[in-house]
């Protein structure tokens, strides 16, 4: 299959390229599209067969179910069964924008769609290409992030071609997101709103407006053998480098200390070593290749920049990557989230 590629973002929201998009969507095929979180892999998300399509091409297990995106409040009420008071206000604040919400399905929601489950995750972007599209699309589209299972997120079109071309007709290239996190996944069908995922918007910023809510303690650490994460994505291997990846964990001084240990032993034995720093620690390695991630002090920036850092790493050729923690903040757990997954939680504390 060839795949077209369309620049289409801001000054030139290119109607008649989205149009195409929109057709191709309507008639069963997969499009590539930006959001402000990371790029989606979009289907019919009320065709099974999309979604058939959608788990062959990312090789991605059909037990993991996909988040159906729209673009208006009005498009909600079709797809689910029933609409919590807490939905509502989690709504009002953060949609548009990087929340999901998981309700009891609707009858016209296949089980192709949700992994068999009957809840649906649902999701209203804000950026503007993806809007426009589902506009355009007059379904809800099914997109889980455009990656090949188990590779980074992709956080440009560029990534979408590396892990899509010749698997899908068409990726709408809207420049590099601006978040860079998967959206924060809240599960609103039991007694307490559940976080099963982590993400920009944090538990502190749920509870200002629901009270209470939950962690699912089985979605952050390892799982365990019997674990079971409510989001069935969250057991899979993950954003994995082809390098063999380190954390260290600990005092920032010490920290360094033990990077730079590692990175020299590697290097001694042939390998070639990358250590995703900070603005604050990069002169520790001076004379080492590192990939600075941003500024301590702004996690956002540190987001932004992470899963660009995993797959430059494999476009380099890196054996072994070395990195310090940001758990420092709600939003510092949440990049934590993707790089133990990363790392396959191999971590140093020290
Ligand atoms: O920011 C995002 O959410 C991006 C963009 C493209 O919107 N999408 C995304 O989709 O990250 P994906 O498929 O890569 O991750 C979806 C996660 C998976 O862990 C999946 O198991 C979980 O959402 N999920 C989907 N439907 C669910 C449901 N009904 N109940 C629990 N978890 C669900
Ligand atoms: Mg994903």
Redesign the pocket.
């Known amino acids: 299959m060839i795949t077209e590629m369309y620049r289409v973002d801001g000054a030139h929201l290119n109607k008649e390229k989205i149009e195409k998009a929109a057709s191709i969507l309507r008639a069963g095929g997969l499009v590539g599209f930006p959001?402000e979180?990371?790029?989606?892999?979009g289907g019919d998300g009320l065709n099974p067969d999309s979604a058939k399509a959608i788990y062959a091409a990312k090789g991605r297990p059909s037990d993991?179910?996909?988040?159906l995106?729209i673009a208006s409040r009005a498009e909600l009420a079709p797809l689910v069964a029933e609409v919590p008071a807490s939905a509502e206000k989690l709504m009002d604040e953060f949609w548009p924008g990087?929340m999901?919400l998981?309700f009891k399905?609707s009858q016209i929601v296949p089980l192709e769609t949700?992994?068999g489950?009957e809840?649906?995750?649902i999701?209203m972007?804000s950026h503007p290409v993806a809007r426009a599209l589902i506009e355009a699309a007059g379904v809800p589209i099914a997109?889980?992030?455009?990656n090949t299972s188990g590779r980074p997120?992709p956080t440009q079109a560029a990534h979408v071609w590396e892990d899509m071309q010749g698997r899908i007709p068409m990726i709408l290239d809207g420049g590099e997101v601006g978040i860079g996190?998967?959206?924060t996944?809240i599960?609103l069908t039991g007694a307490e709103p559940t976080v099963?995922?982590p993400?920009y918007i944090t538990p502190a910023m749920i509870e200002e407006i629901v009270g209470h809510t939950e962690l699912d303690l089985a979605s952050l650490g390892q799982p365990e053998p019997g674990m079971r994460p409510?989001?069935?994505?969250?057991k899979y291997r993950h954003y994995a480098p082809k390098a063999k990846m380190t954390l260290v964990d600990g005092e920032q001084s010490a920290v360094c200390q033990k990077i730079l240990e590692l990175a020299e032993s590697a290097e001694e034995n042939g390998k070639r070593v990358r250590i995703i720093c900070t603005e604050e620690t990069a002169s520790c390695f001076a004379g080492f290749d590192v990939a600075c991630a941003g500024k301590r002090s702004e996690p956002e920036e540190i987001a932004h920049n992470l899963f660009r850092i995993l797959r430059d790493s494999d476009h380099d050729g890196v054996d072994i990557l070395l990195s310090e923690t940001f758990g420092e903040t709600e939003l510092g757990q949440a990049i934590m989230n993707r790089l133990m997954k990363a790392a396959g939680y191999h971590i140093i504390y020290i």
């Open positions: 959001t979180t990371v790029y989606g892999l993991n179910p996909l988040i995106h990087p999901t998981v399905k949700t992994g489950l809840t649906v995750a999701r972007p997109a889980p992030s455009a997120s996190l998967e959206s996944i599960d099963l995922r993400g409510k989001a069935p994505g969250m």
